[in-house]
């Protein structure tokens, strides 16, 4: 898999060097490009997880992104009107993660998204505790987190 990332990196920068443009676009468009000829030429060849792992992580990031944007949108509709919406709580959030990375990595993004905050690990590190700004129900934030970050999160990671 290292070696397929590597080869589409490289053959990403080839494509940036020969059309001369050093825009966004065009790294994203030779890197999707890469990708599509690095997985044509491999294709029935060894194991395919790295075509599997780059669409899941491109998705992740998407997927991120948007909640990011609207967490933000729900803080600052918050802030500017008089009236105050938030239903503070924490949360118990039962964890499918078990590795150090996947529980560092799911608490982190949990607390880069405005309006919650990881708070801690229980010492069996089965639960995480996460105070979130606007709780109505509580199943329903701890199904958020669970299909949300933590499913996207360990298809990547596993």
Do not use: C
């Amino acid at each position: 898999m290292k070696n397929r990332f590597l080869s589409n990196i490289l053959l990403t920068f080839i494509w940036v060097a020969i059309t001369g443009s050093f825009e966004f676009s065009n790294y994203a468009f030779g890197f999707i490009l890469s990708f599509i000829i690095l997985y044509v030429i491999t294709q029935g060849r060894g194991n395919a997880k790295y075509f599997k792992i780059v669409p899941k992580l491109i998705s992740f990031i998407l997927f991120f992104l948007y909640e990011l944007l609207k967490a933000n949108l729900q803080v600052a509709y918050d802030v500017v009107t008089p009236k105050f919406y938030m239903n503070p709580g924490i949360v118990r959030v039962p964890l499918d993660a078990e590795t150090n990375l996947e529980i560092t990595l799911l608490a982190n993004l949990i607390t880069l998204t405005p309006g919650t905050l990881s708070l801690d690990v229980s010492d069996d590190r089965k639960v995480l505790y996460v105070h979130a700004m606007y709780v109505t129900d509580k199943e329903e934030f701890i199904q958020d987190i669970k299909q949300g970050f933590e499913k996207r999160l360990l298809e990547i990671l596993r």
